[in-house]
């Protein structure tokens, strides 16, 4: 019987974003208690700044063809900024540039084949087969950090309640390039920001991307030790 330590480390790990889901929808139990634990996250001040949009059937894939088109028109409409160029020239480059090479290469891509990759991007915009899709806003409390913060916790939460389920789920960025055409189609306010989506479901697990598991860098490379018991030299 496994501790509980061990048991939460075995769904952390066993956690990772997937990128084809089938059809299936999961039940209403399924997605409360989904809702119910990612509702648990902590945030600063308990202020809670999450407003969570959940698709599915009908509305699912009305939402998706709003999206796409808007794709087709060339009408982005982010709330927060996203380029390459702001990882600078080191290593959260090298680990971007990393992460987009190991997924060409497992959906089968070249990387001058700009239409086939073209093509794997909208699958995105189809919430890549999932039958849901979460759509987290949030207001804007100065800078937006603390706030985004919080989402981020919440979203955790959100993603790991799925694994525990043997369920799947992937966090989307790319969903919030379409922030005006989401907020349009759920009627949400013009001062909630969308930060991400997840899609989410049941993982296809016939399917070769969703065999890929991106590494982790060494805990030497990311934490510093002050006064505390060495466990960084094994």
Request: charged content about 20%.
């Amino acid at each position: 019987m496994p501790t509980p330590a061990s048991a939460f480390t075995d769904i952390v790990q066993a956690r990772h974003s997937v990128r084809s889901f089938l059809p299936d929808p999961l039940s209403a139990s399924d997605i409360r208690g989904v809702l119910e634990d990612a509702q648990t996250a902590p945030s600063n001040c308990n202020t809670q700044p999450w407003t969570v949009h959940i698709v599915s059937g009908a509305a699912r894939d009305a939402l998706s063809k709003e999206i796409l088109r808007a794709d087709e028109e060339g009408r982005f409409s982010p709330d927060f900024t996203f380029d390459y160029a702001d990882f600078g020239d080191g290593a959260y480059l090298d680990r971007a540039h990393h992460h987009a090479a190991t997924m060409t290469q497992a959906q089968g891509l070249k990387r001058e084949d700009r239409e086939a990759r073209k093509v794997v991007a909208r699958k995105g915009l189809e919430f890549f087969g999932a039958p849901h899709a979460a759509f987290l806003f949030m207001p804007t409390f100065g800078d937006g950090v603390r706030a985004a913060g919080d989402i981020g916790m919440y979203g955790q939460n959100f993603l790991l309640s799925l694994a525990a389920r043997g369920l799947a789920g992937v966090p989307q960025t790319q969903l919030g390039f379409y922030a005006d055409t989401v907020r349009d189609f759920l009627g949400v306010p013009e001062d909630l920001k969308l930060l991400f989506g997840i899609s989410f479901g049941i993982a296809d697990e016939t399917t070769p991307v969703n065999n890929v598991r991106m590494d982790r860098m060494p805990l030497q490379q990311s934490v510093v030790l002050h006064d505390t018991p060495s466990i960084l030299d094994a």
